[in-house]
């Protein structure tokens, strides 16, 4: 069965320290893994997709196979990086998201 | 380009009333997606269409909810004979194309449902 799982429903990291945001996929093709945010009052938008490798607002995400894996990380967290994260894959069609990590940074 | 636009925003509705959701996508898509959000859970897919055609609605109920996406105009959601279990937030998203992992959809700001 396809299945995005985000073990941690809230995070709190104080503003300057490493955040990682789990991600946990279960998909038996190769899959199209993507990061969306939400900031508050705002609409979601895309953050990031893995098929570009990119980093966004000194986000980055790696897709780890073996451990079906794509977890977002970020060096340093600011403020404005509080919002709430939903890893989602794309699944013939439709997209499967998980249920989301609300990140607080502490100032 | 306004963007994905949902309305209304809030909708209440008694318990055995009908609901109705519009999404307007943005220009020149013509590939919408809906989405539910339970309180407390994350989104899950309801159905995706194209003008006029149905092509996935994996997602939704079996009974009192359909969609449809007609050659003029939004895409409407429709919830018959709603329960107090309805009451979620619904967002709509848009694509201009088939979704891959080289593009994206663009969501609405979402319609947040309460049935009294």
């Known amino acids: 069965a396809q299945r995005v799982t985000q073990p941690e429903k809230l995070l709190s990291v104080f503003k300057g320290a490493p955040v990682e945001l789990k991600c946990n996929y279960s998909y038996s093709g190769s899959p199209e893994l993507f990061w969306y945010v939400q900031y508050s009052r705002q609409r979601l938008q895309l953050l990031l997709r893995?098929?570009s490798r990119e980093s966004i607002k000194g986000f980055t995400a790696d897709l780890n196979k073996g451990e079906t894996s794509f977890h977002l990380k970020k060096p340093f967290a600011q403020e404005e990086d509080s919002a709430m994260y939903y890893c989602a894959l794309y699944s013939y069609d439709k997209v499967i998201f998980g249920p989301g990590t609300s990140l607080s940074v502490i100032p | 380009n306004a963007g994905v636009m949902q309305n209304p925003r809030h909708l209440v509705r008694r318990r055995g009333q009908e609901a109705r959701l519009r999404c307007s996508p943005m220009k020149g898509h013509s590939h919408v997606y809906w989405y539910r959000q339970l309180p407390e859970e994350g989104l899950k897919f309801m159905v995706y269409?194209?003008?006029?055609?149905?092509?996935?609605e994996s997602g939704m109920p079996k009974e009192r909810f359909s969609a449809e996406f007609p050659k003029e105009g939004p895409s409407i959601l429709r919830i018959q004979q709603v329960v107090r279990g309805d009451s979620a937030a619904y967002f709509c998203?848009?694509?201009?194309?088939?979704?891959?992992?080289?593009?994206?959809?663009?969501f609405g700001p979402g319609t947040r449902l309460t049935v009294l």
């Open positions: 998203a848009s694509s201009p194309e088939r979704l891959a992992g080289y593009n994206e959809q663009f």
């Open positions: 269409l194209q003008k006029e055609n149905i092509i996935d």
């Open positions: 893995h098929i």
